[in-house]
């Protein structure tokens, strides 16, 4: 029902599909959304339309730009952290850890370096957000991280789905055969 109404058109569809496809993006209506904004029903917003109105124009308007303003992969919240809130590589990869292998210390201890790191560079580039809005984002990343994953990961399920599809599709009696045996 996810593809039928996200209608793929390419390959990074079935990419986006198979990060969607989880408990966290899931628990927040992005499958739903990606595919009400991907095919013009919905307006494109970067989460939402509250946290649009606070980030558009900043590092997180660009980096969720190519999933039409949702975070579908792990390394989008990186990413975000760096550029929005100055982490380094490595503290980008703590939290990406810290998401994948859910750890509440660590997710805490790198709460506050987000929220820090966020309201130094704002005053820096004169972003327009403030600690609540911030806050938002930080809740927005805890909750996908309930069971985000990451782009690798979505890539290499999709090249098996895309083969897969196509064996059944051409192929269906040896399809078939050998899923049997």
Request: charged share 25%; aromatic share 12%; with cysteine.
């Amino acid at each position: 029902s996810l593809l039928k109404r996200i209608q793929p058109d390419g390959f990074e569809d079935i990419v986006a599909i198979n990060a969607l496809y989880r408990p966290g993006p899931m628990s927040m209506n992005a499958h739903l959304e990606y595919a009400d904004r991907k095919n013009g029903k919905t307006p494109v917003y970067v989460i939402n339309k509250e946290l649009d109105k606070k980030f558009r124009g900043t590092p997180v308007d660009d980096i969720l730009s190519p999933t039409y303003g949702l975070m579908l992969y792990q390394e989008q919240a990186m990413q975000i952290s760096r550029l929005l809130c100055g982490f380094t590589r490595g503290q980008a990869d703590s939290l990406r850890k810290a998401m994948g292998h859910k750890i509440p210390e660590e997710m805490e201890a790198n709460h506050k370096r987000f929220i820090d790191g966020a309201m130094r560079l704002a005053k820096e580039h004169g972003w327009r957000f403030s600690i609540p809005d911030v806050e938002s984002l930080w809740s927005y990343i805890a909750d996908f991280s309930k069971y985000g994953f990451n782009r690798s990961h979505s890539v290499s399920y999709a090249i098996n789905a895309y083969k897969t599809a196509y064996l059944k599709a051409h192929y269906p009696r040896f399809f078939m055969a050998s899923v049997l045996t």
